[in-house]
Every structure is written in C-alpha cells, then in structure tokens.
C-alpha cells in the first residue's frame, strides 16, 4: 500500500471513528475505540516497516505497539506523555474485550482522536486544520 493510500484511509477510518462517538448508541463508542486502535496500529507499524525500526517477526508480535513508540519517542517524533497516552488508550480497549458491560467514554474517543491526528502530523507530515477535519467527519457521516 502507497504512504498517501494508506494516510488517506487512515484519515478516513479516524473520521469515521469521530461520526461513530457522535451517534449515542451504547456499542458505538467501543466500535469507534475499535476502528481508531486499529488506524493508530497501522500508522505506526507501517511506519516503523518503511524506516526499519522492526524485523518482520516483530512486526506483528503483541509487542510491536509499545516497541515502535519506544522508538519514535527516541526519534524525538512524539513526547513522554503522548507515549503513554496512546498506550493507555490501546490498553483500555484490551480491558474492554475482556469484560462484559464496559462503556467507553467519549472523551476517550477525543483525546485518542487527537493522539491519532498528531501520529500522522509527526510521523507522516499530514495536517488539516480544524475546518478540514470538520468537513472530512461531515463528509464520512453522510456517507456511513
């Protein structure tokens, strides 16, 4: 997959979790918290793949995440506490496969969603501003 086709659906899948949070289902914010670990998973694990921070057996161990934001923290891409912000957040959505009955905060949804955008930003020189993301989430809404 190109780096733009890859953004663009990683844009796409970061929106989509936005229209999800904003529906006042009950299951939509775990599907939401879902669909933005998932995007913030590829982001990093195809970037760590296209700048060799991983062999290919490392890729896809249980350990890849926490490694690959080890590694860019050490490239000074993301601070201290946006490190263990994301991993908080991944881990929140290990905690509510395993139980019954667990609800997901939107603002969960908002801080990940930020976390995400600043992964692209830092990572793959991707930036909209407010008014674009705006419009890209009402764009996902009307076709979801």
Known sequence: ?????????????????????????DPS????LTILDNSVEIILKFYAD???????KEI??????????????DQNKIVNYEEKDIIRYH???????NKDN????????DEYVILAKILLAKLYDYR?????????????RRHS
């Not at 161990?61 to 926490?66: G, L």
């Open 1 to 25: 997959m190109a780096e733009n086709s890859l953004i663009n659906e990683m844009v796409e899948q970061i929106c989509l979790s936005v229209t999800l949070k904003g529906s006042n289902r």
């Open 29 to 32: 914010n775990r599907l939401a």
């Open 50 to 56: 296209s700048h060799g921070l991983l062999q290919d």
């Open 60 to 73: 896809n161990s249980q350990e890849a995440f926490v490694f690959i934001l080890d590694k860019i923290k």
């Open 91 to 97: 881990h929140i959505l290990n905690e509510f496969r």
């Open 102 to 109: 667990f609800t997901i905060k939107d603002s969960v949804i």
């Open 128 to 140: 909209a501003s407010k008014i674009e993301w705006d419009k890209m989430v009402d764009d996902a």
